[in-house]
């Protein structure tokens, strides 16, 4: 079975930096394309950064410069860097395939607060 484990969030003030890992325990994993999902209280999962197999990142406009997503296929890990951390970050943030074809884990919160 599919698992997805992602951690590495907190309660952290902006401006400070975090990196959210994630988990896979698939095969194949170095051949599929990963992403990372954010859900703010209420509100769908939305789609903040994609990396391809070949370690190719796209972002949503709105992280842009500041979130950076990364691999380590003998690992099966993505990695999510947040970089100056703002209020509208908090959520809880998840990884799955871009289509969110595998079955979802808990997540992890990050909580931007003074």
């Known amino acids: 079975q599919v698992q997805l484990a992602e951690s590495g969030g907190g309660l952290v003030q902006p401006g400070d930096s975090l990196t959210l890992s994630c988990v896979a325990s698939?095969?194949?994993?170095?051949?599929?394309?990963w992403s990372w999902f954010r859900q703010y209280p209420g509100k769908q999962r939305e789609l903040v950064a994609t990396i391809s197999s070949n370690g190719s990142p796209t972002y949503r406009d709105s992280v842009k410069g500041r979130f950076a997503i990364s691999r380590d296929n003998p690992k099966t890990t993505v990695y999510l860097q947040i970089h100056s951390l703002k209020p509208e970050d908090t959520a809880v943030y998840y990884c799955n395939t871009p289509t969110a074809v595998l079955s979802w884990g808990q997540g992890t919160q990050v909580t931007v607060d003074s």
């Open positions: 698939i095969d194949m994993f170095r051949f599929r394309n």
